[in-house]
């Protein structure tokens, strides 16, 4: 008996299971890849236009269902190498409807996609039917938010794989019917940044990695405070440059989160300590600038028009004296910085 169950449950197995996988065509196109060529591309960010293509159909062999949904996700961060870019600084932008999206009309449809690997974006929730002739066709714009995320890393391709599933929702639930990856890779975008090449080099020296401000009295917060590195800031670069700063955010946060400082109360000064160069008259090339309010925004602190082997600054940051919004401070506030090489 044991013998004559077993097959006919294999039987009913294959049977209840594979239709349901087979009875809908979905197949993946990938398009070209961003490329982020300068310094404002890296910043500001780039789309690619229908990066990515999905089409699918049912069979005349299944009744289509009620309701269903299609959804996209990331199986991964963006890698290149031992680099990656999280894969929720992407999204996904309806460029191109086209196939049987007559049936769609009055559907929800997502226009901005956030990506994720975790989950999934619902792309459309319908109750039109789904086409049994004519594919549904969707492409969609690849877009890469910019920042320090990609000013931080090297030029390379940086690629992920897409997921896109289709469900049938009819009953509240979502049952799947069918799921397909992209070619690996096929989510990408390239970094092509010039100055990213050569051995360039930003470095904080002499304990300027750390700028603590101690107030202790109420007279402290009155007067303000100044603290002064020497050759705090060692830059190398292989050619004419600016050097910007930027904070990570506008505000500075205490401990626990009760109370918060603009940034802006910081006053940032550069000073030109020494260079490096085959001929020191050049060192009356060096630009400083300051003192400066420090921003979110890229603000430039130093420059110099030519090659040099490199380059240090003195910095000053400044908390300056009779400011009323520490009078209701309390606790430990910070912010980190960033220094940028951007060459000329």
């Known amino acids: 008996m044991i013998t004559k169950l077993f097959p006919k449950f294999l039987i009913l197995f294959l049977i209840a299971y594979t239709p349901v996988w087979s009875q809908y065509d979905m197949n993946i196109h990938g398009g070209g890849q961003a490329i982020f060529n300068s310094y404002n591309d890296l910043k500001n960010g780039l789309t690619e236009n229908r990066q990515i293509t999905v089409q699918f159909k049912g069979s005349k062999?299944?009744?289509t269902p009620k309701k269903w949904k299609l959804t996209v996700r990331l199986l991964d961060d963006f890698y290149e190498g031992n680099y990656s870019v999280a894969a929720e600084m992407a999204s996904l932008r309806i460029n191109l409807q086209g196939g049987s999206n007559d049936y769609l009309a009055g559907s929800i449809i997502g226009r901005e996609l956030p990506l994720s690997k975790f989950q999934e974006s619902v792309i459309i929730e319908t109750t039109a039917p789904i086409s049994q002739t004519k594919p549904h066709k969707f492409s969609f714009d690849l877009a890469i938010k910019g920042g320090t995320h990609l000013l931080t890393i090297p030029n390379g391709t940086y690629t992920s794989t897409y997921e896109f599933t289709l469900y049938d929702t009819s009953s509240g639930m979502d049952r799947l019917l069918t799921r397909q990856t992209s070619s690996f890779g096929t989510a990408r975008f390239q970094i092509n940044y010039n100055g990213n090449y050569g051995n360039q080099l930003a470095e904080l020296r002499n304990g300027a990695s750390e700028f603590v401000f101690n107030f202790d009295t109420p007279a402290q917060r009155a007067q303000g405070m100044t603290i002064a590195i020497d050759n705090a800031l060692y830059i190398k670069s292989y050619q004419g440059h600016q050097v910007m700063v930027k904070t990570a955010d506008n505000l500075m946060y205490n401990t626990d989160m009760t109370?918060?400082?603009?940034v802006s109360l910081l006053k940032l000064k550069t000073t030109f300590n020494t260079i490096e160069t085959g001929n020191q008259s050049d060192?009356?090339?060096?630009?400083?600038?300051?003192?400066i309010s420090l921003s979110t925004q890229e603000q430039t602190i130093a420059a110099?028009?030519?090659?040099?082997?490199?380059?240090?600054?003195?910095l000053e940051l400044s908390i300056p004296p009779g400011l009323k919004e520490l009078q209701q401070a309390s606790g430990r506030y910070e912010t980190y910085l960033y220094f940028v090489i951007v060459p000329n």
């Open 304 to 314: 110099f028009p030519k090659w040099s082997q490199s380059i240090s600054y003195n």
């Open 61 to 63: 062999k299944v009744n």
């Open 259 to 262: 109370h918060s400082l603009p």
């Open 283 to 291: 060192a009356r090339l060096v630009q400083t600038y300051g003192p």
